[in-house]
């Protein structure tokens, strides 16, 4: 196979790190390369002029968006917090809405789906961004089918990730698929990532998740929830615990979470469940106990139908990341 060029595109307040993780993946997988075979990445931005990201680093641009009306294998928006108040650059759009056209696969890294939505290229089509932001996109661009809770989400010859550093997870994976998953591990280790996170991994934590009030009674059925995982808990109960009836706290509940307590009570099983995966060697049956699954068996229902791998497979990428 011939090298890639990546193309990733910058614009001023860009997150550096949706720009810098990319790279440094492409980039420390052409060590595990032929040299025919490599990646070359090259930043886009609208001039030659230096670009000041949102940390205050200046970043330049290799092509200007004049320049680079060739073709490329992947073409990369990162993101910027101000992408889901204010409007891109109409050049910044304009030249993205051609990215179809220009590359065989391309995408967003975080907020960057903000510039493929204005560009027009997320109607009809699954896509992902910052867990924060994932509403704003939903109510921006409506025809698209955002998916909150994700890593990184391809569809078709789409691909888009979650927040920040889940832009490491969306160059693994495009490695992995173009070479193997022997080599995202090897490259995934050599940047001192624990894994490679699968594209259907939740991006949730039960922690991200809290009342900006922490006195709220929310916030404490959520912590109540959380130091006791393996209980029993209904309606009823963390209704009583809010001192609540249970229609009002359905309510404020799903008001001041954007979720059911019923999910959140499973979220948070799965994340306890992931953190017990990742550091013990508990049998399945002790980790669906001591998370409060009841059983192995429902336990794996639920991480396939929320992370797309079962409790054995993603306990297994772990021991794969040791061995790599």
Known sequence: MPSQTVAIVIHKGVQALDVAGPVDVF??????????DRYRTILVAADRNPVRASNGIRLLGDMTFEDANGGFDVILVAGGPMLPRA??????????????????????????????GHAGLLDQRRVTTHWQDAQTLAAKFPQARVEPDLIYVRDGRLITSAGVTAGIDLALALVGQRHSAEIALKVAKRLVVVAQRQGGQSQFSPYLSAPADPGSPIARVQDHVMANIRGRHTLASLAEAARMSTRNFARHFAQQTGMTPHEFIERARVDAARMKLEGSDLPLKAVAHDCGFGSADRMRIVFTARLGVTPAQYRASFRKMDSA
């Open 87 to 116: 409007a891109p650059e109409p050049g910044l759009v304009e030249w993205v809405r051609e990215a179809p056209w220009r590359s065989s696969i391309y995408g967003s890294i975080c907020t960057g789906a903000f510039v493929l």
């Open 27 to 36: 980039t420390e997988a052409n060590a595990f390369l032929d040299p025919t």
